[in-house]
């Protein structure tokens, strides 16, 4: 697991509060923004790979943010007027075609906006770091090939 290679060794993908709302992902002591992207979402998905037939993952340091003075999220969007970076971005998402769901406070598990389910409505939420039971004695995870 990837925690077994972490030079600070914060073993942050194995805490028990994984999927609560405290979870940050830690490598190195430094925090970071993730996202996940894969053939398997379509063109209307913000997590679109543009057919590269690949998934990938972007770790952002969350230093980048402050770098460039992106405002502290505040879960409203000036969707008529965007003012901030965030909105002008979300704006862009929802004009291509590929809105995503903004949860109504920053308050919320990160873990659950790392993979996102097909349908981002916000309702449906990718676990994918639990396991999945696939039959009666059988359960995979994702490194398993569960997702």
Not at 20 to 31: H, I, L, M, N, S
Not at 58 to 75: H, K, M, T, V
């Amino acid at each position: 697991d990837l925690s077994d290679t972490d030079p600070a060794v914060d073993s942050m993908m194995q805490l028990s509060f994984f999927g609560a709302k405290g979870w940050r992902f830690r490598f190195g002591k430094a925090d970071f923004f993730v996202t996940s992207f894969a053939p398997c979402y379509p063109s209307k998905s913000s997590r679109f790979a543009f057919n590269t037939g690949r998934a990938f993952v972007l770790l952002q340091p969350e230093a980048s943010f402050a770098r460039y003075n992106l405002p502290s999220d505040i879960g409203i969007t000036q969707w008529d007027k965007p003012q901030s970076v965030r909105d002008k971005t979300r704006v862009a998402f929802k004009k291509a075609g590929r809105p995503y769901h903004i949860p109504k406070t920053t308050k919320y598990p990160p873990a659950e906006h790392i993979v996102k389910p097909i349908e981002d409505n916000g309702i449906n939420v990718v676990k994918w770091w639990q396991e999945i039971r696939v039959g009666a004695d059988t359960t995979v995870t994702l490194e398993e090939g569960g997702l």
